[in-house]
């Protein structure tokens, strides 16, 4: 009797000890089964990445051929898709030379097209951009740094697949439409009501041939039955500078017929397994050039582009 309950401690530390060991297993267990489960996510997320910018890269090239084919050719709103194993994208052309480019526009042009996004205060706004670009400008001619207004954008996003954005001059303030926020009378909500209509990559003026409905609203001395004349213009025939001269009257000095080709791609991609995001893109050919087109500005969108912008590319 005695023996027996000598044993019985012995017993119950063996299967104390084995308990513990158990548990601990079980822990790592689990421990490395959420560890893989994170190298797994990790995995996914960086596929999707490399997915996407493969899509993104062809939709670039998709767009550069699209235009090329335009060449010569008023670059109106078209569109093309591409299926691939990874996915597939969608991607819309427009012309960017039919935007007002805000690094050259006129003081009017400016106070119009603020007035056209219900600006109470367009006129006085207009003439501080004015101010303030000019300004810039001087600094920039004077050897000054000139940071502020050619700062990069934040969250902008490099063009994929060793895509490289072409230079431009020093002559050129701002870089970016939303960079328009650094004018102390321009606000955050102007600036977004404007971008719709502008660039930083077009002309002295709009591109008659392939500018929205909303863009020729936007410019002075525009009037509804000049648009409509405009517009008829363009669907029967080639706009020819005289027939424009003819439509526009005062207004054409706001719009021109150009033949450069510059175009805004919108590109909008879905992989296999539900990953969608989307990018906006300007690219341009240049004539006798080394490369087949240039990416002169590249941004991934936070998100897939709304129904509601496509009403500028009518």
Known sequence: MSTVSRRNPRRG???VAVLWTIAMLSALAMAAA???RGFAGVLGVDRDRVQAEALFTAGLEAGADLLAKYRGRPLTSVETRISLSAGAARVR????LGRIDINKAPVEVFASLLAEIGAPDAGEVAREIILWRDGAVKTVAQGEAAEPPRR???GAAPPPQGQQPAKQGFEQVFTNVR???QIPAVTPAYARLMAPYATV??????????ASRQVLRALPEMTE???EQLLEARRAAPLEPARLDQILGSAGRYAKVSTRSVARLRITIALADGYAAAAEAVIV???KDTQPYRVLSFEQLPTPIGSDERRFFE
């Open 13 to 15: 530390v063996v299967l």
């Open 34 to 36: 959420a560890g893989f």
């Open 93 to 96: 052309l427009g012309d960017e």
């Open 152 to 154: 990069q954008a934040a």
């Open 179 to 181: 960079q328009m926020t």
């Open 201 to 210: 990559f077009g002309d002295e003026t709009v591109n008659a041939a392939t």
């Open 225 to 227: 039955a000049k648009i």
């Open 285 to 287: 050919i240049l004539p």
